[in-house]
């Protein structure tokens, strides 16, 4: 809520640019479908985002540079002067997306458009972009970005071929202008890079190590978010939690949790992915203490089996990991706890599955990511024996959601009842109908004849739950 005039008007300003980002958003669509005669608007750009909230957040920070340059940002890329993919190769499918994508720009070169690729498939693929897609003229990793103002005005001069492919950095890719998308839930990265090793992951790979961002440098941001009229902040890592401040200051991942929670305006801190080697006992303590750190913690245990969580190099056993888990339950809020599991890992027997499968019912998520295992270049699971068939990848995948759909249903049937504080963060096209998020990332949609809603924290008493979502009123 707004705490003084002043803020009221900064935050009626920023519902008004909700409004229109919401309405950008629902028309931008997908960008598939061959091009044919292109006429370049100069001086504009495109991006379109492939993958996990990093890359997201990574695009709005691009944007930001691209704006800071003079650039205007458009909704679809048949006439943007410069054209960008930010893509993802966590599995293959996510790859592949994106070289069917580069195959719709073959006339680039002939109608002046420039074409890049950026983020992880960049990384991964390197020079070898220019050889399957020789129209493209930018090719640059996320742990290069930092050099993006260079490799433009080397495009800008006519560069035909710019690179940015190292990951020997201990650099942050921070900006001056960030252009956020989502006008409710600002994200902002603490930490980029991973140090572990997990051995089915191109993120090590493809992101460079581990490097944190200063205390004052990310207590900086999160104050300008809240003057810009952010009440919700998401802290993002690959591994959140190994945060560690690298100025003087020394400040703990959950000291650094509780001063973002006092920064005066800010309702709502969410952070993601915690790995739970580093996931200590003064997190669960910070929740409790302070109502502005959300119940909500996303936790990847990937496989229920202590034997396949060492061949995955995850760096603890099922026990350490129920041992968490059992923190957390433990806790004197309800914290909501999600997770990531994949299915399929080389080896990985029915006995082990059906591990995982116990253990679904021993944490009992509120919600999870399943994924059948994909093999990724460079990776040790790749040489790894005994590769799992595709089709036997695929039932042990059904069987797991369809468990875990009971789970949740059974989570949010149980909610009933509850008056829950939502943030709204969505209308539907048919009027009256609404939707937002719980402190523990819970959807809850709802009707109202009420107009102006979006943005706003509302009291909705839950009437029924599904496995998905929950439905509510608002309680006047
Ligand atoms: N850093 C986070 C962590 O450790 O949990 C998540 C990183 S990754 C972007 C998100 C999820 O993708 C992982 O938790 C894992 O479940 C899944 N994933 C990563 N590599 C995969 C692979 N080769 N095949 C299938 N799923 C994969
Ligand atoms: Fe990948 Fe493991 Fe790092 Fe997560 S912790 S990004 S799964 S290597």
């Not at 969505?426 to 009420?450: D, I, L, M, P, Y």
Request: with cysteine.
């Amino acid at each position: 809520m707004p705490r003084n005039r002043q803020d009221a008007g900064a935050a009626s300003e920023w519902r008004r640019e909700a409004a229109r980002a919401g309405e950008w958003r629902e028309e931008r669509g997908a960008a598939d479908g061959a091009q044919t005669r292109v006429t370049v608007a100069p001086g504009t750009f495109y991006v379109e985002t492939f993958g996990c909230q990093m890359n997201v957040h990574d695009s709005e920070k691009v944007a930001g540079v691209l704006l800071g340059r003079g650039y205007q940002q458009v909704e679809r890329p048949e006439t943007a002067r410069l054209v960008f993919y930010n893509t993802c190769s966590i599995r293959e499918k996510a790859a592949q997306k994106v070289f069917s994508r580069l195959g719709g720009h073959r006339e680039a070169l002939n109608s002046g458009q420039i074409i890049g690729v950026l983020g992880c498939v960049a990384q991964q693929e390197g020079e070898e972009i220019f050889e399957r897609a020789p129209w493209v003229s930018l090719v640059c990793g996320s742990a290069s970005y930092r050099k993006l103002p260079e490799l433009l005005a080397e495009l800008e001069r006519g560069g035909r071929r710019v690179t940015g492919l190292d990951t020997d950095t201990d650099e942050t890719f921070e900006t001056e202008m960030t252009r956020r998308d989502n006008p409710f839930r600002a994200y902002l990265t603490i930490i980029e890079g991973c140090d572990k090793a997990c051995a089915y992951c191109v993120v090590p790979f493809t992101r460079g190590p581990e490097r944190s961002r200063t205390s004052a440098s990310i207590l900086e941001e999160v104050r300008r978010l809240a003057d810009a009229g952010y009440t919700e902040v998401q802290l993002l890592g690959q591994t959140v939690n190994s945060y560690r401040d690298p100025s003087s200051r020394r400040m703990s991942f959950a000291e650094l949790l509780v001063a973002v929670s006092e920064v005066r305006g800010i309702r709502r801190v969410r952070f993601t992915t915690s790995h739970p080697r580093d996931f200590g006992r003064d997190i669960v303590e910070a929740i409790e203490a302070v109502p502005a750190l959300c119940e909500h913690v996303h936790l990847p245990v990937q496989s229920g089996s202590t034997r396949v969580l060492r061949a995955m190099q995850r760096t603890y056993t099922r026990e350490e990991y129920l041992e968490k888990i059992a923190m957390l339950r433990g806790a004197r809020r309800a914290i909501s706890v999600t997770s990531d599991v994949i299915v399929g890992f080389p080896g990985e027997t029915e006995a082990e599955f059906e591990e995982t499968l116990s253990l679904l019912d021993e944490a009992q998520y509120d919600g999870m990511f399943s994924f059948t295992y994909s093999p990724r270049p460079n990776t040790p699971a790749l040489s790894m024996g005994d590769q799992i068939p595709e089709a036997e990848k695929g039932r042990r995948l059904a069987v797991l959601m369809e468990k875990q759909r009971g789970i949740q249903t059974a989570r949010n049937e149980r909610l009933v009842g509850k008056t829950l504080e939502v943030l709204v963060d969505g209308a539907s096209r048919r009027k009256g109908q609404w939707a937002g998020r719980t402190s523990g990332n819970r959807v809850v949609n709802f009707t109202s004849e009420r107009e102006r809603l979006l943005g706003e924290y509302m009291q909705v008493r839950i009437t029924r739950g599904g496995p998905n979502s929950l439905v509510g009123e608002l309680v006047s």
